[in-house]
């Protein structure tokens, strides 16, 4: 879980240095978005499966941290969007 905490950290700092020095790179944002909302909803859901049933009531922030996180991968851009986007900007490096 941690590695890939700490991957997902990194790839949103690398979009985020990009943004400060006034480059915007869309491809560099999509995969940093989509790949910590995907690791987001990996261990929060790992994180379900090690408390079993009580991982599934609302008593337990787990539950919490899973819905969260599964949002993140709607909100500003589906994953299909994101997809989209990458592909847009790899395409656009072969023409």
Known sequence: ???ELTK?????Q???RDFAKGRMNSKLTSMAKMYAARTAVEVADEA?????????MAEYEVE????DAKITEIYEGTKEIQKNTI???VIGKLK
Do not use: T
């Not at 379900?48 to 599934?56: A, E, K, V």
């Open 8 to 12: 997902s950290q990194k790839e949103i």
């Open 14 to 16: 690398k979009a985020a």
């Open 64 to 67: 919490r941290f899973y819905r």
């Open 48 to 56: 379900i499966q090690l408390l079993g049933g009580y991982g599934h």
């Open 1 to 3: 879980m941690d590695f």
């Open 87 to 89: 592909a847009s900007a």
